[in-house]
């Protein structure tokens, strides 16, 4: 008999678009295990730290285990995993030893992954007998993303040019989404939102989901916000103050086709 498909879901969005706080909000529920951003090809990403503290991740526990285990049972380890191979067979063996393992060492069900990739999402879910993926599609302001790329001088019209690109395939795509959400909503009504969310995925949603530890995750990548132990959930809105005039009218006019066609995208998927 043919084991059970693998439920992954996965959060697609452009960078600084509030998919830390969905990881640790989806990430909160005992039935998910969530690795972040799993990008384990990428070097700088092995030198990250697990969200446990150990650095890097490798040498945490769980993530120690994992490896351990992937050597004895299918000969591949963290730094060696194809992810994201071309080989089609070898995505599917590589993706499925590590989710498994993943499952075994945690004990959870799910998978949760952030890496932002959606040629990735979408390998994944055209994989049906191994992996029931549930994508969720995030969005944010355009000036909310803008100034966090201002921060880390990042030219402007590029990422007003990656957004409108990542919205038009959130779009073209939706039919493959377990659910398209809005960071501001999420900010302004998280309970709701996330029980929107989760029922999506098929899950319940609780709400010590809203209250997050971050000593026992073991997310990899993620930005400042996932170390933060305060739990508020308030939008992030200091492109207030971090763009000009000038900057807030431009992000302002250049976000609206992608906002209006991810808006159309989620009433069509209604």
């Given amino acids: 008999m043919a084991s059970e498909a693998i ?10 678009s509030g998919s830390t706080l969905l990881n640790l909000l989806i990430g909160g529920h005992p039935q998910v295990f969530s690795v972040g951003d799993f990008q384990l090809d990428n070097p700088k990403t092995m030198q990250r730290p697990c969200l446990c503290g150990a650095t890097p991740f490798y040498t945490c526990p769980v993530w120690s285990s994992v ?3 992937l050597k004895d049972s299918a000969g591949l380890s963290l730094q060696n995993v194809g992810l994201n191979v071309s080989d089609r067979d070898e995505f599917r063996q590589h993706n499925l030893s590590i989710f498994k393992t993943i499952q075994d060492v945690t004990s959870r069900k799910y998978i949760l ?8 999402c979408l ?3 055209k994989e049906p007998d191994l992996f029931r993926v549930y994508p969720i599609f995030l969005k944010r302001y355009l000036p909310g993303v803008a100034a966090s790329y201002k921060k880390k001088k990042r030219n402007l019209w590029d ?13 073209k795509y939706r039919q493959f989404a377990a659910c398209l959400v809005e960071y501001e ?12 969310i989760m029922r999506s995925t098929g899950l319940d949603f609780f709400d010590s989901q809203l209250k997050w530890d971050p000593l026992t995750r073991h997310n990899i990548g993620g930005n400042h ?16 103050s ?15 086709p992608g906002t209006w066609i991810f808006r159309l995208a989620r009433y069509l998927k209604k």
């Avoid at 990656?162 to 779009?171: G, K, P």
Wanted: aromatic share 12%.
């Fill in 159 to 171: 990422i007003y040019f990656h957004y409108n690109v990542r919205c038009f395939y959130h779009y």
């Fill in 113 to 120: 992954e952030s890496s932002k990739d959606i040629a990735r």
């Fill in 225 to 240: 916000m996932r170390l933060n132990r305060n739990n508020d959930i308030v939008p992030d809105n200091t492109w207030e």
């Fill in 242 to 256: 971090l763009l000009t005039p000038g900057e807030k009218v431009c992000a302002s006019i250049f976000g609206l």
């Fill in 123 to 125: 390998r994944l879910a």
């Fill in 185 to 196: 909503d999420l900010c302004q009504a998280p309970v709701e939102i996330m029980r929107q």
């Fill in 67 to 69: 490896d351990q285990i």
């Fill in 7 to 16: 439920p992954v879901i996965y959060i697609d969005s452009v960078g600084h």
